[in-house]
């Protein structure tokens, strides 16, 4: 995965990233908002090196061809006023929507031919179903297929202060890699709620706990995990400042 200091995001051109975002009731008001400032962010970032630009799913809004291949902040936005939060917290089926597809063209196409998937899931609250099943069953497909590590990344990033979902996802992190024979495909970044930083690629280089140096020797294919903190780190660094606001 190519990363330079001049272009710290030139990684993003080698996965497909999808976000799974919460649209349960609890989410109405600041954490809706915030969650689409975000994703307005960081979609000209992912879009830069991605001429697919990002997929965004539901957790309860049906699916629509007009979330796909989203390449514009001003998309984003539309898409977040006609959408209203209703409803639970279903992650699992959801999470599971979007797998399966991409699984069933793994299997058929072979790795050399189908991009990296990096969903990052976006949420308030408790998922009400069964989401550890679903990410192990995965997990042991990509196992069974001899798959890359990198192959499936699982991004879980908590929005709002819940508590309960806070240990939530701390247990789904810490659990998963051993229930799932040892491959570990989920992160998950509960909220923290740190204020004070803007978003720039500045920030978020001198953020994250990797050195620009060591980023540059990365292999060209590395594990999704450092992706996945580069783009977790400018959602919560904007939210940080929405918050702030």
């Known amino acids: 995965m190519s990363t330079t200091a001049d272009n710290p995001y030139a990684f993003l051109s080698t996965f497909d990233t999808v976000f ?4 349960s009731g609890s989410m109405a008001g600041r954490s809706w908002k ?3 400032q975000a994703l307005k962010a960081i979609t000209p970032i992912c879009t830069a ?10 957790l309860n809004e049906k699916d629509s061809s007009e979330y796909k291949n989203i390449t514009r902040a001003a998309d984003v936005d539309a898409i977040f006023h006609s959408v209203r939060p209703r409803g639970g917290t279903p992650t699992g089926s959801r999470l599971n929507a979007v797998l399966k597809p991409y699984l069933a063209a793994l299997e058929r196409k072979g790795a050399d031919d189908v991009k990296p998937l990096n969903i990052i899931v976006i949420t308030d609250g408790v998922a009400s179903d069964d989401v550890e099943s679903v990410i192990i069953a995965a997990a042991k497909k990509l196992d069974r297929w001899d798959a890359p590590a990198w192959q499936i990344g699982v991004q879980f990033f908590q929005v709002g202060e819940e508590r309960g979902a806070a240990e939530a996802l701390r247990e789904l992190d ?4 051993e229930m799932s024979a040892g491959r570990d495909i989920v992160d998950t970044v509960p909220w923290k709620g740190e204020s004070g930083k803007g978003l720039s690629a500045d920030v978020v280089l001198k953020t994250t706990p990797f050195p620009t140096g ?3 020797r990365l292999p060209t294919k590395s ?5 996945h903190i580069t783009i977790l780190l400018l959602l ?3 939210l940080s400042l929405s918050s702030t606001a």
Not at 20 to 23: C, G, P
Not at 49 to 58: C, M, S, T
């Open 223 to 227: 594990h999704l995990k450092f992706q």
């Open 236 to 238: 919560s660094l904007h």
């Open 174 to 177: 810490d659990g998963l890699a």
């Open 214 to 216: 060591w980023m540059r």
């Open 34 to 36: 915030e969650t689409a």
């Open 20 to 23: 799974l975002i919460d649209d």
């Open 49 to 58: 090196h991605d001429a697919d630009g990002i997929d965004v799913y539901f």
